[in-house]
């Protein structure tokens, strides 16, 4: 898609808040598909080496770890977190949030 389409079309009314919210959730898709990509070529490659027996794996502690990287003790998830991190101290706040989920529905 054309970035001039994108600001003349559903971004112009949001603002530099749409537009930075947009560019925003554009790169969180490109690299939330980067990341799924490279833990799932990981696992496979760990289910290979375990397979074959060159590895053993303990998934009891490999879920314990990913759940306290996930949520902390509070109940608050690494999702809440970084997006508490994204809208700190933004005015446009509004805009910025459509902007998000525009862009992060075109990514």
Known sequence: MDVGQLL????????FGGVAGAI??????????????????VFILVQILAYEGFVEVHWDQV???AEST????QGVTLAQRAWEILIANLPFGAGFATGFAIGFKIG
Do not use: E, I
């Open 8 to 15: 003349n079309g559903p971004l112009a009314p949001l603002g």
């Open 24 to 41: 925003v959730g554009y790169t969180a898709k490109k690299v939330t598909k980067l990341a799924a990509l490279v833990l799932g070529g």
């Open 63 to 65: 879920q314990k770890v």
């Open 70 to 73: 996930w949520q902390d003790a």
